[in-house]
C-alpha cells in the first residue's frame, strides 16, 4: 500500500481497525508467562479464529500479532535468534485469515494487514543504557522483516515514550514507504509517562512524517476522547482511536473488562463527532465491540482532514507555537564557544557546568528558544553537538535552534532531537541549499532562510528576494511549507552600509506582508565597529519589531534590550504584553556595564554576562563573608544538584561536605532527603515528569553509594526495612518498577530487586527467608495483573506479616481493594509515601 492509496482510503469511509489479541487469547487458554508469539504459533486456529471474527465484523485493517516481535523482546525468553522466522510467520497467519475469510464469503474489499510493532523497555540515553541509534536499528530489523513479509503498513502503538516513537517512524522511513500509523497510551494527566502532551505529539509526529496519529490502550472512550480533543486543532493527518474497554476488574479470579460491546459503541460516538477517521478496540474488547462500532461508524462520514498552518517548535514536553502577530521572540545566542574562553576550555575538558548555567540563565532571562553552536578547533564538532543538546535538554525546557556550518552536525542532531527544532540556517549555498532541505523535510524541523548563495552577499535588495523566492519555491516542491520557514533579515553593519538598516526592515516588511514569512535577524552586527553599541542594537530592534520582524537572535542578559522588546510589544499593544513589561522591568532594572569588574566581563567573555554575574560582581564585598562559607555554599549546590538531577557533579560536593566535617548522616538527612522531597513535590504537581525523576533519584543514588559506608559506620541501626520488589510473572516491563525500587534505596530501605517476570512462588520465598516488611508488585499488562492476587493469596497462606503494595499502568486503587493487597501507588514518590504509612515511620 502507498501512502496515496492510504490517504484515499481514509478519505472514503471511517477506517475500522480490529479489537484485543492478548485479552483474548487469554481467555481462549494461553497462560501467562508465555512468549505469546511461540504460544500463538503453537495454537494458529485461536489467532486465525479471533482474526476472522473481527474480519466479519468489519474490521479495514488487521493487526499482525507481532506487536513485542523485536530483538529486545525476544530475547526476554530467549528467541531473538528467531525473529525473522516469528515476523513471517505471524503476518501468515494474518493472511490466512483473511484468505479464509474472503472465501466463504465470497467478498472482494481490500484488507489491509499492518505490521505491529511497540516498545522495546529499555530507556534510552542519558536516562537508560540504550543509544538512540541501537534503538533505530531494532526497530529497523523488525520492519525489515514485517516488509519482506508483505505487510501492507506499519502501526507503531501503546507508545509511552515520545522519542521511541520517533526511532520507529525514522526506521521505518529508512526501510520502505509503507505508510506509517502511531498511537501513544496517556495517562490520567492526559501525558505520556515521559511527559509528552497530545499536541506535542502530534506536531512532532505528523511533521516526521506519520500517516495517523492517535491514541490506544489507557483507559475507555470517555478519557481518550480528552486526548483526541487535544490533538485535534494541530492535526494534519488521520485521527486513530483505539480505547480499552473501560479499566479491568477482577471477577471471579479473571480480569475482565466490564464496559460491554453495546455500551462501548455508544461511548465511540464522540471520536465520531470530534473528527475521528479511525477507529478500533484495545484491552478488552472483542469482535462483537468492534461488530457494534462498525455499524455506528457507517451512520458518519468521512472527516475532511482541513490542513492548518502551524509555526510551531517543540520540545518532547511542550509546544512553542507563534504567528506572524504574536509577541516578539528571543533566541539566546549565549551557547557558542566563539569569544568566550571560559567556554573553549571546558568543552575541550569535556565538562559541561558552563552550558548548563548558560542554558538555565537564559531561559530565566526571558529566552524563547536556545540556539546551540559548537564550532571551534580542538573538539569533534558533531558528537560535542550531542552530548551539549542532551545536556540543555537535562536542564530546560526551550525549544531548540540547532547552529552549524556543518550539513552533517545538524543532520545528526536533527536526528537526535526529540522533538520539532530550528535549523540555523538553510542558504542557497551549493552545499546546503542541495543537502539540508531534505534534511528539513525529513526530520520535521523548520529553518532559517539565510539569503546567501555561492557568490557571497547579495548586492542589492532585488537580490535577495530572488534568493529568497528560490529557497522558498524549493522547499515547498519538497513538501515543506510556508509556515516550517523564518527569513534572515541580513543584517550588515550600518557603520560600512548607511542603507543597512533601511535594507533590512524591507526585508523583514517584505516577507511578512506579501510572502507571509516569518522573520529573524542577528543584531549584532548592525553595530559593529561603533561606540555604545547597546544603543543602536536597542534602537535598531525597536524599529525591526514594528516593522513586523518576529524573533531575534540575542543575549538575554543585556536588559536594555530585552526591555526595549517587552516595551515594544507593549505599546503594539501584544496580549498580555502589559503585566510582562511590568514584571520585566522590575525584575531586571538596568546596571551600568561599566561598572562591572573585569573578573566577571571575562566570565561572560562576550563583554555582556548574565544578569546573575553581573549583580553578584556588582555586591562582590558586601557577599564576600557569605562566600567564604564554604560549608553552606556547598550544601545548597548539593540540594540544586539533586533537584536539577546533575549526576555529573554531586559526587565532587559531597565530598566536599565531607570534608568540611559534615556527617554523612547529616548530609542525607538535612540535604539529600529535602532535596528528594522537592522533587517528588515537583513530579506530582506536574512540574517535572519521568525522565526528570530518574535523573535526580540517578543523581542522589550516586551520592549515596559514596556515604553508605560512613552511615554503616556511623549507626548500629539496621536499615528501616525491608522491601522485596518485583514485576510479576508474565510481566517483563520494569521502568516503573526500577525507578520505585531506586526512589526506596534513596530513602534508606532494604530494597531486595527480583527483576521482572518473577514466579509469585519465588516473591513469597524470598519474603518468607528474608523477613520481609513489604512486598512491592508491578504490572504493566492487563493479561499480568491476576498475578498479584495470586500473590497476595500465598502471603495470606503463608501468614507472612509483610504488606503488599501494588502498582502500573493498568493498576487501580479498586483492583487493589478487590484483590486485598494493604496499599497502591500511581508513581514512585507515592509509593515511598505508601511505605512510610505502612511502616509507620
Known amino acids: ?66 506487536f513485542t516481535s523485536n530483538r529486545i523482546k525476544l530475547s526476554e525468553y530467549g528467541l531473538e535468534h528467531r525473529i525473522e522466522e516469528i515476523n513471517h510467520s505471524l503476518v501468515e497467519l494474518s493472511k490466512e485469515a483473511i484468505n479464509r475469510y474472503l472465501e466463504e464469503t465470497g467478498e472482494t474489499r481490500s484488507i489491509m494487514i499492518a505490521g505491529d510493532l511497540t516498545m522495546t523497555g529499555e530507556q534510552l540515553l542519558p536516562f537508560g543504557k540504550m543509544d538512540f541509534e541501537e534503538l533505530i536499528t531494532i526497530y529497523k530489523e523488525q520492519i525489515g522483516h514485517l516488509v519482506s513479509s508483505g505487510v501492507d503498513l506499519l502501526v507503531v502503538e501503546t507508545m509511552l515514550s515520545l522519542q521511541e516513537c520517533r526511532a520507529a517512524v525514522i526506521a521505518a522511513k529508512e526501510i520502505c514507504e509503507l505508510p506509517v500509523m502511531v498511537s501513544l497510551t496517556f495517562g490520567e494527566d492526559n501525558r505520556t509517562l515521559y511527559g509528552t502532551d497530545p499536541k506535542t505529539a502530534m506536531i512532532v509526529l505528523q511533521s516526521l512524517g506519520a500517516d495517523a496519529v492517535g491514541v490506544n490502550c489507557s483507559s475507555g472512550p470517555k478519557k481518550l476522547s480528552e486526548v483526541i480533543e487535544q490533538m485535534l486543532p494541530v492535526a494534519n493527518v488521520p485521527l486513530i482511536a483505539k480505547p480499552n474497554a473501560g479499566l479491568p476488574k477482577l471477577v471471579e479470579d479473571r480480569t475482565v473488562f466490564t464496559m460491554d460491546a453495546d455500551e462501548f459503541a455508544a461511548s465511540c460516538k464522540i471520536f465520531l463527532e470530534l473528527g475521528v477517521s479511525i477507529l478500533g478496540g484495545c484491552c478488552g474488547t472483542t469482535p462483537k465491540h468492534i461488530n457494534l462500532l462498525n455499524e455506528l461508524a457507517k451512520t458518519y462520514q468521512a472527516p475532511v482532514i482541513h490542513k492548518k498552518p502551524l509555526r510551531v517548535l517543540t520540545t518532547e514536553r511542550r509546544s512553542m507555537e507563534f504567528s506572524l502577530v504574536d509577541r516578539f521572540l528571543v533566541v539566546g545566542e549565549r551557547i557558542n564557544p566563539t569569544g568566550k574562553k571560559v567556554l573553549q576550555a571546558q568543552l575541550r575538558e569535556g565538562v559541561l557546568d558552563l552550558v548548563s548555567e548558560m542554558a538555565i540563565e537564559q531561559e530565566e532571562l526571558g529566552a524563547d528558544i536556545l540556539d546551540i553552536n559548537m564550532g571551534m578547533n580542538g573538539i569533534d564538532e558533531k558528537e560535542m553537538m550531542l552530548k551539549v543538546m542532551d545536556e540543555v535538554l537535562q536542564v530546560t525546557n526551550l525549544p531548540l535552534s540547532i547552529d552549524s556550518s556543518h550539513v552533517s552536525v545538524i543532520e545528526a542532531a536533527l536526528r537526535r532531537y526529540p522533538g520539532r527544532a530550528l535549523i540555523n540556517s538553510i542558504s542557497l549555498e551549493k552545499e546546503k541549499f542541495e543537502k539540508l532541505l531534505p534534511v528539513a523535510k525529513k526530520y520535521g524541523a523548520m529553518f532559517i532562510l539565510l539569503p546567501l548563495s555561492d557568490a557571497g552577499l547579495p548586492k542589492d535588495l532585488e537580490e535577495k528576494k530572488q534568493i529568497i523566492h528560490t529557497i522558498v519555491s524549493a522547499a515547498k516542491e519538497i513538501g515543506l511549507t510556508a509556515e516550517d520557514i523564518v527569513v534572515d533579515g541580513l543584517v550588515n553593519t550600518v557603520g560600512a552600509n548607511k542603507e543597512a538598516a533601511i535594507q533590512t526592515m524591507e526585508t523583514i516588511r517584505y516577507c511578512k506582508e506579501e510572502l507571509s514569512l516569518a522573520t529573524i535577524v542577528g543584531l549584532s552586527n548592525i553595530s559593529f565597529g561603533l561606540p555604545e553599541r547597546q544603543f543602536v542594537n536597542a534602537t535598531f530592534l525597536s524599529f525591526a519589531i514594528q516593522a513586523g520582524l518576529t524573533m531575534a ?55 555582556a554576562d548574565n544578569k546573575k554575574s553581573v549583580r553578584e560582581a556588582s555586591n562582590v564585598n558586601a557577599n564576600e563573608s557569605l562566600n567564604d562559607n564554604s560549608t553552606e555554599k556547598s550544601s545548597s549546590q548539593i540540594y540544586e544538584a539533586v533537584i536539577k538531577g546533575n549526576k555529573r557533579k554531586i559526587l565532587a560536593l559531597v565530598i566536599e561536605e565531607v570534608n568540611n566535617k559534615t556527617s554523612a548522616a547529616e548530609i542525607l538527612d538535612t540535604i539529600l532527603i529535602p532535596a528528594i522531597n522537592q522533587v517528588g ?137 478487590e484483590i486485598g493487597a494493604d496499599g497502591y501507588s500511581k508513581d514512585a514518590q507515592e509509593a515511598v509515601n505508601l511505605v512510610k504509612k505502612l511502616l509507620k515511620i
Open 681 to 817: 513535590q515537583y513530579f506530582d504537581s506536574g512540574k517535572y515528569y519521568l525522565p526528570q525523576l530518574i535523573a535526580s533519584a540517578e543523581t542522589m543514588k550516586t551520592a549515596i553509594d559514596y556515604l553508605e559506608p560512613m552511615l554503616k559506620k556511623d549507626s548500629k541501626e539496621e536499615k528501616v526495612g525491608t522491601i522485596i520488589i518485583a514485576t510479576v510473572a508474565g510481566d517483563i516491563h520494569d521502568i516503573g518498577k526500577n525507578l520505585v525500587a531506586l526512589m526506596l534505596k534513596n530513602y534508606g530501605f532494604n530494597v531486595i530487586d527480583l527483576g521482572k517476570d518473577v514466579s509469585s512462588e519465588k516473591i513469597i520465598e524470598t519474603a518468607k527467608e528474608l523477613d520481609a516488611d513489604i512486598i512491592a508488585l508491578s504490572a504493566l499488562m492487563t493479561t499480568t495483573m491476576l498475578e498479584m492476587k495470586r500473590v497476595v493469596n500465598y502471603r495470606n497462606e503463608a501468614s507472612l506479616r509483610a504488606k503488599v503494595i501494588i502498582g502500573g499502568a493498568v493498576i487501580t486503587q479498586d483492583y487493589c481493594d
Open 553 to 607: 537572535i540575542a543575549n538575554p542578559s543585556q536588559d536594555l534590550l530585552m526591555n526595549t522588546a517587552y516595551a515594544a510589544d507593549l505599546l503594539r499593544n501584544k496580549e498580555g504584553a502589559d503585566l510582562r513589561y511590568i514584571e520585566r522591568v522590575t525584575t531586571h532594572p538596568m546596571i551600568n556595564a561599566e561598572s562591572t569588574p573585569k573578573k566577571v566581563i571575562e566570565r561572560g567573555e562576550d563583554k
Open 1 to 66: 500500500m502507498t501512502k496515496n492509496e492510504f490517504k484515499a482510503m481514509i478519505e472514503q469511509k471511517i477506517v475500522i481497525l480490529d479489537g484485543a489479541t492478548g485479552s483474548n487469547l487469554q481467555n481462549a487458554g494461553m497462560p501467562s508467562g508465555v512468549c505469546p508469539e511461540t504460544w500463538i504459533l503453537d495454537n494458529k486456529e485461536v489467532l486465525i479464529t479471533l482474526q476472522k471474527e473481527y474480519l466479519y465484523a468489519g474490521t479495514d485493517i488487521l493487526y499482525a500479532p507481532t
